[in-house]
Each structure stands twice: as structure tokens, then as C-alpha cells.
């Protein structure tokens, strides 16, 4: 199973992604957790990314497909992978598209959480109290929504083209929106080699 879960931030797709690795036995690698840990180690990288991240803005193009790569080439990815917070933006989804092709490893599917404005501004409240995270301020929220909105909403499109897009409804218990989620990757046309 290689999946891309695709949402505005606070949609929930960290917390789905955690329940479909146990589900399929893959990997669920979030770009923003291997910047967080690159942030944590104060590597090189690291120390740029932090200002960028605390800014709500998003990371080079570069450097985030750098870790990607390297990260897709552990052994552990060769039954899939739950992709999480990448693809941000346009060139990114072609950098993707591009270094699956020559790993040889098509996506499955992309899973699209969706989620009201509303409750996507009242979760990152929430989640800013308990995790405590230093890009959860009400300035920076707005900031990585709009760079949502503006860059990684129309991806959507990109994947309907390509026939790999499942839109899920994001709001609800988490059981039951693991449970739309499967039902969506039950469809035919998903491929889960
Ligand atoms: P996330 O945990 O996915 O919300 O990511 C937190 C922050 O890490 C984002 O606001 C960006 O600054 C950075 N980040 C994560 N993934 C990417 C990406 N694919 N491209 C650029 N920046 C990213």
C-alpha cells in the first residue's frame, strides 16, 4: 500500500496515518516529523528549517525531497508507505510522481481528508495546548492554511487527473473515519501490491 494522505494542517491525517501503518503493516513518514527531528538533533538542515517552520511557510522544495528520498530508501518502505504532509505543492507532487517511477513503486491511492475551516481552526487550538507544537500559533496557523489553500488544495485536481484521489469525510469519531477510509481503499481501481 503506498498512500498519500492529503488534508489542510489539523485535518487529521497524523492521526489516520498512525491507525493505516498498523493496518497495512507500512511506514507512516510525515515530512514534518523528520523536519521536527531534524529541528530536535540541531543538524545544519535543522537550524534553517526551524525559522521557516515557526514562520508557517513552507521548507525547500530541495531539502524536503532530499529527506524524502533518503527516507524512501530504507528497507523498510518495500511494502509501501503512508505518506503524510508531502506533497505540499505542485512541483513537489511531480518530484514525487518522478522518483516513485523510477523506484518503481506507483501510488495506490490518495486519501483526502476534508475538513471545514471552521473545525480545522478550532483542532490546531487544541492541538497547540496539548502537543505544544511552536507552529500552532493563531498567526502561523493562518499562515500554513492559506499556503494550504493556495499551493497544496489544488493537488486535489493533480491526483483526480491521475485517477488516484478518494475524498473522505474528515469530520466524526477517528474510528469512523478510519472506516470511510478503508471503505474507500476497498474500491476496485486501488492497487495495493
Ligand atoms: P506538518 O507537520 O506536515 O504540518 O508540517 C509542519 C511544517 O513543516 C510545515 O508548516 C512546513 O514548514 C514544514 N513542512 C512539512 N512538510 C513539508 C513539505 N512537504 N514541504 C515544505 N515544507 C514542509
Given at each position: 500500500m503506498r498512500l498519500v494522505l492529503l488534508g489542510a494542517?489539523?485535518?487529521?491525517k497524523g492521526t489516520q496515518a498512525a491507525r493505516l501503518t498498523s493496518e497495512f503493516g507500512v511506514p507512516h513518514i510525515s515530512t514534518g516529523d523528520l523536519l521536527r527531528a531534524a529541528v530536535a538533533e540541531g543538524t545544519p538542515l535543522g537550524l534553517k528549517a526551524k525559522a521557516v517552520m515557526d514562520a508557517g511557510h513552507l521548507v525547500s522544495d530541495a531539502t524536503v525531497l532530499g529527506m524524502l528520498e533518503h527516507r524512501l530508501g530504507?528497507?523498510?518502505v518495500a511494502a509501501g508507505f503512508i505518506l503524510d504532509g508531502y506533497p505540499r505543492n505542485l512541483a513537489q507532487a511531480d518530484a514525487l510522481d518522478q522518483l516513485l517511477q523510477r523506484l518503481g513503486q506507483p501510488l495506490s491511492a490518495v486519501v483526502k481528508l476534508e475538513v471545514p475551516i471552521e473545525a480545522i481552526v478550532e483542532r490546531t487550538a487544541l492541538r497547540a495546548r496539548a502537543e505544544?507544537?511552536?507552529?500552532?500559533t493563531p498567526e502561523t496557523v493562518r499562515k500554513r492554511l492559506q499556503i494550504y489553500q493556495e499551493q497544496t488544495a489544488p493537488l486535489a485536481d493533480h491526483y483526480a487527473k491521475a485517477r488516484l484521489l478518494k475524498v473522505v469525510d474528515g469530520i466524526g469519531q477517528v474510528e469512523a473515519i478510519f472506516s470511510r477510509i478503508l471503505e474507500v481503499l476497498q474500491q476496485p481501481q486501488v492497487v495495493t501490491d
Open positions: 494542517p489539523g485535518s487529521g530504507h528497507t523498510d505544544g507544537r511552536t507552529d500552532d
